[in-house]
């Protein structure tokens, strides 16, 4: 064959090839657009659901206690910014609004047949099959969950006991972010398409190369997206939420640093770290010579609220916000090669999601924490001790349950006041906090008595961490208490295996041996 026909020949089959492979990454993202949109709305009803149930945990407490207004100040909070929960109503059992985010609307009844957005799932008299459905309600997409109450054995002092349901919860979140990932996902898609055809009319010219770079790099942006959002819907627990984010930035951009500032309270925030050279998380205490220091001081202040660059192009910052509020700061770092351009467009899509996906985490918090210590409520202990058990079974991954009580608290209350008595409770619980790992889960049990998981530990390792715990709380600093006031704690262990291997023998022997302790004299560790 001559060398010509040969070249050309040559040229022809791989620009056939080329369109073929053009074609197949098409359909490719495509397939991946229009199964994420059907994910993403997926899972928008699982964290929905996921949100109502806590919700119904924590205001079923309210409602034992009798506590209407609390009941009502908190169902109002739900809504605060309007960013994800839009609307959030209590109804009873015929139909009427017993509590609402919008106050002027208790006392109305609602008739689920001619009530516009109700009239999606009840048409006729037919009762609605889902209990999450995608509806309008004040002129803005939300996804709606209704939750019933049900009328258990504690409620029957005020609803009578032959009615199995007293009333339900109407929780509408808002679609807007999610149809604005699906929007961003489109828009890439396009963008992709778009690319395809630069890429197929540049064969002509040659520029194979140029464009099925682009190709790689826009295929390469929406995976990172899809990834991340993937992996950020599987939880609304802080915790898991950090290490995922630092995961997910150090593999996306090849990072050698990557730092996460996020907040623990209005007051408070913790500081994660991981390096490549260390390939691990570590929690930090960020001092003052820290050359990260005066940009935390600057977030702080709210002076960082957009993606920023430095110079030399080789670390970003990225604030974590929703609404001015600051929920993280994240901060990556290259060894090698620099941050592009292009990059920019990636980041900032990035830090939206992020966003959204602590911002709901942070509302889950609120209904599973002690509102006074910020520790988790009793209620969540329950479910968290039979998950770890649950574990146990699975994998055989040991345990350890913690009773902490402080010693003496009566006489700090009687001589101090219970102003001071819940500054002491405050502090205990950040002391512990600082000693204990981020796994590790500290709970308000009752009174001034705290609970404390330790997951993956032996009785010795378990026996280490109270320990330090009691010493901690001895010599640790405490805020708006009297100067020289000192508090100490006795602590009873329980482990599992090695103690009992069900939830009521774990709490019974921890109990106990919190008493032994108390009984010996105050200020130390008992194991049964």
Same mark, same amino acid.
């Given at each position: 064959?001559?060398?010509?026909?040969?070249?050309?020949?040559?040229?022809?089959?791989?620009?056939?090839?080329? &369109?073929?492979?053009?074609? *197949?990454?098409?359909?490719?993202?495509?397939?991946? $657009?229009? %199964?994420?949109? #059907? =994910?993403? @709305?997926?899972?928008?009803?699982?964290?929905?659901?996921?949100?109502?149930?806590?919700?119904?945990?924590?205001?079923?407490?309210?409602?034992?206690?009798?506590?209407?207004?609390?009941?009502?100040?908190?169902?109002?909070?739900?809504?605060?910014?309007?960013?994800?929960?839009?609307?959030?109503?209590?109804?009873?059992?015929?139909?009427?609004?017993?509590?609402?985010?919008?106050?002027?609307?208790?006392?109305?009844?609602?008739?689920?047949?001619?009530?516009?957005?109700?009239?999606?799932?009840?048409?006729?008299?037919?009762?609605?099959?889902?209990?999450?459905?995608?509806?309008?309600?004040?002129?803005?997409?939300?996804?709606?969950?209704?939750?019933?109450?049900?009328?258990? &054995?504690?409620?029957?002092? *005020?609803?009578?006991?032959?009615?199995?349901?007293? $009333?339900? %919860?109407?929780? #509408? =979140?808002? @679609?807007?972010?999610?149809?604005?990932?699906?929007?961003?996902?489109?828009?890439?898609?396009?963008?992709?398409?778009?690319?395809?055809?630069?890429?197929?009319?540049?064969?002509?010219?040659?520029?194979?190369?140029?464009?099925?770079?682009?190709?790689?790099?826009?295929?390469?942006?929406?995976?990172?997206?899809?990834?991340?959002?993937?992996?950020?819907?599987?939880?609304?627990?802080?915790?898991?939420?950090?290490?995922?984010?630092?995961?997910?930035?150090?593999?996306?951009?090849?990072?050698?640093?990557?730092?996460?500032?996020?907040?623990?309270?209005?007051?408070?925030?913790?500081?994660?770290?991981?390096?490549?050279?260390?390939?691990?998380?570590?929690?930090?205490?960020?001092?003052?010579?820290?050359?990260?220091?005066?940009?935390?001081?600057?977030?702080?202040?709210?002076?960082?609220?957009?993606?920023?660059?430095?110079?030399?192009?080789?670390?970003?910052?990225?604030?974590?916000?929703?609404?001015?509020?600051?929920?993280?700061?994240?901060?990556?770092?290259?060894?090698?090669?620099?941050?592009?351009?292009?990059?920019?467009?990636?980041?900032?899509?990035?830090?939206?999601?992020?966003?959204?996906?602590?911002?709901?985490?942070?509302?889950?918090?609120?209904?599973?924490?002690?509102?006074?210590?910020?520790?988790?409520?009793?209620?969540?202990?329950?479910?968290?001790?039979?998950?770890?058990?649950?574990?146990?079974?699975?994998?055989?991954?040991?345990?350890?349950?913690?009773?902490?009580?402080?010693?003496?608290?009566?006489?700090?209350?009687?001589?101090?006041?219970?102003?001071?008595?819940?500054?002491?409770?405050?502090?205990?619980?950040?002391?512990?906090?600082?000693?204990?790992?981020?796994?590790?889960?500290?709970?308000?049990?009752?009174?001034?008595?705290?609970?404390?998981?330790?997951?993956?530990?032996?009785?010795?390792?378990?026996?280490?961490?109270?320990?330090?715990?009691?010493?901690?709380?001895?010599?640790?600093?405490?805020?708006?208490?009297?100067?020289?006031?000192?508090?100490?704690?006795?602590?009873?262990?329980?482990?599992?295996?090695?103690?009992?291997?069900?939830?009521?023998?774990?709490?019974?022997?921890?109990?106990?041996?919190?008493?032994?302790?108390?009984?010996?004299?105050?200020?130390?560790?008992?194991?049964?």
């Amino acid at each position: 064959m001559p060398p010509v026909l040969t070249a050309a020949w040559i040229y022809r089959v791989r620009k056939r090839i080329l &369109a073929g492979v053009l074609g *197949c990454t098409l359909v490719t993202v495509l397939l991946t $657009g229009f %199964l994420l949109r #059907d =994910r993403l @709305l997926r899972d928008a009803v699982s964290k929905s659901e996921e949100l109502s149930s806590a919700l119904v945990s924590s205001l079923s407490g309210l409602m034992l206690a009798r506590d209407p207004e609390r009941i009502q100040t908190t169902v109002e909070q739900l809504t605060a910014g309007r960013d994800s929960i839009l609307k959030a109503l209590i109804l009873d059992r015929e139909g009427r609004v017993v509590y609402s985010s919008d106050p002027s609307e208790r006392g109305r009844k609602i008739d689920t047949h001619t009530e516009a957005s109700c009239r999606v799932c009840h048409l006729n008299s037919v009762l609605p099959k889902e209990h999450a459905v995608i509806t309008v309600s004040e002129g803005e997409p939300v996804q709606r969950v209704v939750t019933v109450i049900a009328n258990q &054995a504690a409620c029957h002092a *005020c609803h009578p006991a032959e009615n199995p349901v007293n $009333g339900k %919860l109407i929780v #509408d =979140r808002s @679609l807007k972010k999610t149809n604005a990932l699906i929007a961003t996902v489109e828009a890439i898609i396009a963008a992709c398409g778009l690319g395809s055809l630069i890429v197929l009319l540049g064969l002509v010219r040659g520029g194979v190369n140029k464009y099925v770079g682009t190709i790689a790099h826009q295929t390469a942006e929406l995976a990172s997206l899809y990834t991340l959002v993937e992996r950020l819907s599987k939880t609304i627990d802080v915790a898991q939420l950090n290490h995922i984010v630092i995961d997910i930035l150090q593999d996306v951009f090849s990072a050698e640093e990557v730092h996460l500032i996020s907040m623990k309270d209005a007051h408070n925030f913790r500081y994660r770290l991981w390096t490549r050279s260390r390939a691990g998380i570590e929690r930090k205490k960020l001092e003052a010579d820290d050359p990260l220091y005066p940009v935390v001081q600057l977030w702080l202040d709210g002076r960082i609220l957009e993606v920023q660059f430095t110079e030399d192009r080789q670390m970003v910052r990225m604030p974590i916000v929703r609404e001015k509020t600051l929920l993280a700061l994240a901060v990556v770092r290259k060894s090698v090669g620099t941050f592009q351009a292009d990059d920019l467009r990636l980041v900032i899509a990035m830090a939206g999601h992020i966003a959204s996906a602590f911002e709901n985490a942070r509302l889950y918090r609120l209904a599973i924490t002690d509102e006074l210590t910020g520790a988790y409520t009793r209620r969540h202990l329950n479910y968290c001790l039979e998950e770890k058990l649950t574990a146990y079974d699975r994998k055989a991954e040991p345990f350890a349950l913690l009773f902490l009580d402080v010693d003496n608290f009566k006489s700090v209350n009687d001589q101090f006041g219970h102003a001071t008595g819940d500054a002491v409770l405050r502090s205990m619980v950040h002391n512990v906090s600082n000693v204990v790992r981020d796994l590790d889960q500290v709970f308000r049990y009752g009174g001034e008595e705290f609970a404390i998981l330790l997951p993956g530990v032996t009785v010795k390792t378990a026996r280490e961490v109270a320990e330090r715990i009691r010493e901690q709380a001895q010599r640790g600093e405490m805020e708006d208490v009297p100067s020289g006031l000192r508090v100490t704690v006795s602590i009873g262990l329980a482990h599992c295996p090695d103690h009992a291997q069900t939830a009521n023998e774990l709490l019974f022997l921890a109990d106990k041996a919190l008493y032994e302790a108390k009984r010996a004299g105050r200020n130390r560790v008992a194991t049964p």
